[in-house]
């Protein structure tokens, strides 16, 4: 199913050997720059700044989108020019200018894609915009060098898809979840039980000394044979569960929220692995190659990524997880999908928007938060 590239202008002829990429990233609450170079094939990742806003956002519970925005605004700058130092390259060795131009929150994106342009003009190089979900999708090329095609399981705070990519510009929609994702569902459960945020870590550690058998949560959507998934009735379970403590015994103890956490963690877990086991059998009718790859954030929980292994491997998949730092929002990612874009000879122009729903595959159904602006993600 062909990408539709509705925000990209024009062809370039790119058949160089080295392509030197800055790239930046500000959808949602890191700010962040790299340079990564493709070498006859493979990626160098030549510096890759990270600056997070966890700090900003920890009385919330959540990312604060105004917060965020102007955190952005003031870093944006700072992580460019840090990346740029740390690469050794000098802003005339850069071939284009890739940035985030959605799907996310507006304001972040707005200022990423501004900051972008800038550098963009003041180098006389070309822009390319880069769908956030493309520079998830195409990590495990950038860090394994995986052949296309691959299955892909995109599991974070914000999103959770199946994708069959064949190609820079070719991605197929096999499932996703049809409310929360699960790294929301892990930070609102944190939430509920007083952990901070954000709460993958804290449940995840808190779950290591629970009991996972002692809460029976559901595993939403088992019953239906397709690949979508649904975690926002698990967050309302756990908080029955949580009530229901509160009044039989005045409150909860640790012993109580270790076992809410580790039954929790559990049910994400299986679902996840039996959605991903039906997610092969499906990728198998489409495509021969045998490779799965899992990112966002959620890869970093040891249970789920030891699951979604185990079944990846009943099947007779490699498994490839790229490392943490790339697996979480990063520039690295925004600055490899805009070298692939470049080599296909797709580059933007200064009318590039940014753009807070974007969906990935713009053939599939829309399921995550549609409405009259159509698909998010
Ligand atoms: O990919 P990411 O850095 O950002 C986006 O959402 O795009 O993912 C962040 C999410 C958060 O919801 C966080 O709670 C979750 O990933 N997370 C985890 C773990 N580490 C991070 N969830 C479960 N277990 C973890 N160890
Ligand atoms: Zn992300």
């Given at each position: 199913?062909?990408?539709?590239?509705?925000?990209?202008?024009?062809?370039?002829?790119?058949?160089?050997?080295?392509?030197?990429?800055?790239?930046?990233?500000?959808?949602?609450?890191?700010?962040?720059?790299?340079?990564?170079?493709?070498?006859?094939?493979?990626?160098?990742?030549?510096?890759?700044?990270?600056?997070?806003?966890?700090?900003?956002?920890?009385?919330?519970?959540?990312?604060?989108?105004?917060?965020?925005?102007?955190?952005?605004?003031?870093?944006?700058?700072?992580?460019?020019?840090?990346a740029?130092?740390?690469s050794?390259?000098?802003?005339?060795?850069?071939?284009?200018?890739?940035?985030?131009?959605?799907?996310?929150?507006?304001?972040?994106?707005?200022?990423?894609?501004?900051?972008?342009?800038?550098?963009?003009?003041?180098?006389?190089?070309?822009?390319?915009?880069?769908?956030?979900?493309?520079?998830h999708?195409?990590?495990?090329?950038m860090t394994?060098?995986?052949?296309?095609?691959?299955?892909?399981?995109?599991?974070?705070?914000?999103?959770?898809?199946?994708?069959?990519?064949?190609?820079?510009?070719?991605?197929?929609?096999?499932?996703?979840?049809?409310?929360?994702?699960?790294?929301?569902?892990?930070?609102?459960?944190?939430?509920?039980?007083?952990?901070?945020?954000?709460?993958?870590?804290?449940?995840?550690?808190?779950?290591?000394?629970?009991?996972?058998?002692?809460?029976?949560?559901?595993?939403?959507?088992?019953?239906?044979?397709?690949?979508?998934?649904?975690f926002?009735?698990?967050?309302?379970?756990?908080?029955?569960?949580?009530?229901?403590?509160?009044?039989?015994?005045?409150?909860?103890t640790?012993?109580?929220?270790?076992?809410?956490?580790?039954?929790?963690?559990?049910?994400?877990?299986?679902?996840?692995?039996?959605?991903?086991?039906?997610?092969?059998?499906?990728?198998?009718?489409?495509?021969?190659?045998?490779?799965?790859?899992?990112?966002?954030?959620?890869?970093?929980?040891?249970?789920?990524?030891?699951?979604?292994?185990?079944?990846?491997?009943?099947?007779?998949?490699?498994?490839?997880?790229?490392?943490?730092?790339?697996?979480?929002?990063?520039a690295?990612?925004?600055?490899?999908?805009g070298?692939?874009?470049?080599?296909a000879?797709?580059?933007?122009?200064?009318?590039?928007?940014?753009?807070?729903?974007?969906?990935?595959?713009?053939?599939?159904?829309?399921?995550?938060?549609?409405?009259?602006?159509?698909?998010?993600?």
């Open positions: 199913m062909l990408f539709d590239l509705d925000n990209h202008e024009g062809k370039l002829n790119t058949m160089t050997d080295i392509i030197t990429m800055l790239g930046i990233e500000s959808s949602c609450d890191d700010t962040a720059a790299a340079v990564v170079q493709r070498i006859n094939g493979k990626a160098n990742i030549l510096s890759s700044v990270v600056v997070g806003q966890e700090i900003l956002h920890a009385a919330y519970g959540g990312v604060v989108p105004e917060i965020a925005a102007r955190a952005h605004a003031e870093q944006l700058d700072i992580a460019v020019e840090t740029l130092i740390q050794g390259i000098k802003l005339d060795q850069i071939d284009a200018v890739s940035v985030t131009a959605g799907p996310g929150l507006i304001g972040g994106v707005v200022s990423g894609v501004m900051c972008a342009k800038g550098i963009a003009a003041g180098i006389n190089k070309p822009l390319i915009g880069i769908n956030h979900l493309v520079g999708a195409l990590t495990p090329r394994d060098s995986i052949p296309y095609p691959y299955l892909m399981l995109l599991v974070s705070g914000g999103h959770c898809q199946f994708l069959a990519v064949f190609s820079e510009t070719e991605f197929h929609r096999i499932g996703g979840t049809i409310d929360d994702a699960p790294g929301e569902a892990f930070d609102k459960t944190a939430k509920l039980l007083g952990l901070g945020y954000p709460g993958g870590p804290l449940v995840e550690k808190a779950g290591k000394k629970g009991d996972p058998m002692r809460f029976k949560f559901p595993r939403p959507l088992l019953d239906r044979p397709d690949c979508n998934m649904s926002s009735g698990l967050k309302t379970a756990l908080r029955r569960a949580r009530d229901l403590l509160v009044l039989e015994k005045g409150g909860i640790e012993q109580d929220r270790n076992d809410l956490c580790a039954s929790f963690q559990m049910a994400v877990a299986d679902t996840l692995a039996e959605k991903t086991n039906r997610a092969l059998d499906v990728y198998k009718k489409m495509a021969n190659s045998k490779y799965f790859a899992i990112a966002g954030g959620v890869a970093a929980n040891t249970l789920i990524s030891e699951k979604l292994g185990a079944v990846s491997q009943q099947h007779n998949f490699t498994t490839f997880t790229p490392p943490l730092k790339f697996c979480t929002d990063n690295a990612m925004i600055a490899w999908a070298i692939e874009q470049y080599s000879g797709l580059v933007d122009n200064m009318t590039l928007a940014a753009r807070p729903r974007w969906p990935i595959d713009q053939k599939a159904e829309p399921m995550l938060g549609s409405g009259k602006k159509g698909a998010k993600a």
